[in-house]
């Protein structure tokens, strides 16, 4: 099983980035993805998932509007756009993966009932 996390870098705020997921060794189909990142000093947050059952996609409060998840079955990748870009969006990002069937009442933001993850790609926003 593998999740390799890709695209990070230095943008300016009011940028774009889009981070890929490029997973191996078990099917897209039938587990959630999600996406999480830590800045120096705090914990690891989550920021955004994607429920395979349904393909309901979740955001926390924070980049909702801004960031948009997705997943692309044929290139065995799920991606996170992020628009507009701000500073405190600041962090490593890490993708990672679970079987649960993931719904509005399900506690995901701490990845808790994630069960394996990839490297993280540096996200850097700043002028």
């Known amino acids: 099983v593998q999740l390799q996390a890709s695209g990070g870098g230095l943008v300016q705020p009011g940028g774009s980035l889009r981070l890929s997921c490029v997973v191996s060794?078990?099917?897209?189909?039938?587990?959630?993805i999600g996406w999480f990142r830590q800045a120096p000093g705090k914990e690891r947050e989550g920021v955004s998932c994607?429920?395979?059952?349904?393909?309901?996609?979740y955001y926390t409060n924070s980049v909702k509007g801004r960031f948009t998840i997705s997943r692309d079955l044929s290139k065995n990748t799920v991606y996170l756009q992020m628009d507009n870009l701000k500073s405190e969006d600041t962090g490593v990002y890490y993708c990672?993966?679970?079987?649960?069937?993931?719904?509005?009442?399900?506690?995901?933001?701490?990845?808790?009932?994630?069960?394996?993850w990839g490297q993280g790609t540096q996200v850097t926003v700043s002028s």
């Open positions: 994607f429920s395979y059952r349904d393909r309901t996609t």
């Open positions: 060794g078990f099917r897209l189909q039938v587990y959630s």
């Open positions: 990672a993966r679970t079987g649960y069937y993931i719904t509005s009442g399900t506690t995901w933001v701490d990845g808790r009932i994630f069960e394996d």
